[in-house]
């Protein structure tokens, strides 16, 4: 047996910021959940619908592994990320920093672990992997799965071999912090900015605040969309607060990102975006009951007036984000 010392198996509400915690705290860094997914600007929208989805997907942050990328370029860290399409030379490259006492990301489909509780394919989930053995490896995963968790070295292996919408190439990851003292406080401003720039800034109306827009105009049809809204509907819900996004589709983490920023620096723009997305935060989670309660009675109206909200929501955000632009 093979194991990392000193693994904090912590886990946090979203998978990527629970495997980036665990791997920053073995290096001596130990930022919240919402700090890092703040400053990795991870907060986005995506309304995600094509012919071959029995159902839309509302999303909340940036795709899988861009939160990453994100705070390591800002945080000056050395990312470390291997891909293959060899699954030997896969396990090759999360066996070697293992060996050598360091913790690694993964990125894989959730799918095929076997601790996993919901059995839905999902290749952007990410683990934090700190041991091994002849038989079985040892991950680190979020709170809702256990924290720390078992599944075999061939349901790892089937999980990361996986293709799809999301997947990566047996993708692996660790990350090593700069030299010298590390001011990840000085990035809060560029951080805020950069999410602010990007969500009003997006190329497509299906992202962003025009992603949220167009939510509203389409929500309200969802009945129609659907072959059992009895099941689709409550599960979209679902989806929206407790599928890792630690509540109201990631607001929730943003809100408390903000919250500790105001903490840090004294600016009414600041604060004002705080207050606006502690409301959004309270309007997604009202969103996300009407969904559940239109499938459950098959009543419209419900969605109706989750479309309302969602417009309201499409203004209050884009203010927000207006306001945080000009930190």
Known sequence: MTIVKDIEARGMH???TT???VLLRHEGLDLSEPMMFGLGSGLSFVYWDSKGMAFPFLGGRVKPFELTRNLAARLGLELTVKET????KAWDNVAAPIDAGRPVGLQLDCYHLEYFRSKVH???HVVAMYGYDEHDVYLVDTDQQGGAARTSRASLARARAERGPMTARHRSFT???????????????PAIKACADAFLSAPIANLGQRGIEKAGKLVPGWLARVDEPQQDLPQA?????KAGTGGALFRALYRDFLDECTRLIDDDNLRAGHRLYAEAAV???DVSGLIAKAGESG?????????AILHDLARIEKDAMRLLRQL
Request: aromatic share 6%; net charge negative.
């Open 14 to 16: 979203h998978c990527e």
């Open 19 to 21: 495997a980036l915690g």
């Open 85 to 88: 399409g060899s699954p030997r």
């Open 122 to 124: 999902f290749g952007g």
């Open 175 to 189: 990350v090593a912090l700069p030299a010298g003292p590390l001011a990840w406080q000085d990035q809060v401003v």
């Open 237 to 241: 819900a679902l989806l929206m607060e």
């Open 283 to 285: 309007l997604w989670t």
């Open 299 to 307: 009543d419209a109206g419900h969605l109706q007036q989750a479309g």
